[in-house]
């Protein structure tokens, strides 16, 4: 398990925002989830945590570790 909480980006009504994991508040609210999902990925690699992105609908498409890979892969 990584050390921070995980990202995720989310709908929101003033377009896409990145949430850490159990937070009520957004972090930060941009126009794009594209620019949502850049800002979450640098969040996540701070943290060392996963970033998670949600569709329109919820559903989590995408999700993807920093950090906490054993490198190089065990086994």
């Keep these: 398990m990584g050390k921070g909480k995980n990202q995720h980006v989310v709908t929101h ?4 925002a990145i949430k850490g994991e159990g937070n009520e508040k957004a972090t930060k609210v941009v126009e794009t989830q594209k ?10 690699k701070n943290q060392e945590a996963e970033m998670l992105i949600h569709g329109r609908n919820g559903q ?4 993807n570790s920093y950090g906490n890979d054993p490198f ?3 086994g």
């Design 72 to 74: 190089p892969p065990e």
């Design 35 to 44: 620019e949502a999902i850049k800002i979450a990925i640098e969040i996540a």
């Design 60 to 63: 989590i498409r995408e999700r």
């Design 13 to 16: 009504p003033e377009g896409w």
